[in-house]
């Protein structure tokens, strides 16, 4: 049984900057590229940030240059720095082994004044 927990949500003014933190249990970790999503409210779940096994990453247009995602193989967890946030980053944020039906619970982040 994989499971992915997520942390490090909440709410942030814009302009500042919140770690979102997922650790995955079972030996999958690994073995597998992970990555975020998220999903606002009425919209569709979108991709945010990828990272393959070896580190590599790869980010969505719109978040490009102010966040970065990372893994700790040793910890079984990635990790997302998100800085400069905008009220438009607001969303429930997900992760995800890479290609497969494996997500996490999820974890809100809300940036407002």
């Known amino acids: 049984q994989v499971q992915l927990v997520e942390s490090g949500g909440g709410l942030v003014q814009p302009g500042g900057s919140l770690r979102l933190s997922c650790t995955a249990s079972g030996s999958i970790f690994r073995f597998n590229s992970m990555g975020w999503y998220r999903q606002a409210p009425g919209k569709q779940r979108e991709f945010v940030a990828g990272?393959?096994?070896?580190?590599?990453?790869n980010y969505a247009d719109s978040v490009t240059g102010r966040f970065s995602i990372s893994r700790d193989n040793a910890k079984s967890t990635v990790y997302l720095q998100m800085n400069s946030l905008k009220p438009e980053d607001t969303a429930v944020y997900y992760c995800r082994v890479a290609k497969s039906e494996f997500w996490g619970q999820g974890t809100q982040v809300t940036v407002s004044s």
């Open positions: 990272v393959d096994t070896g580190g590599r990453p």
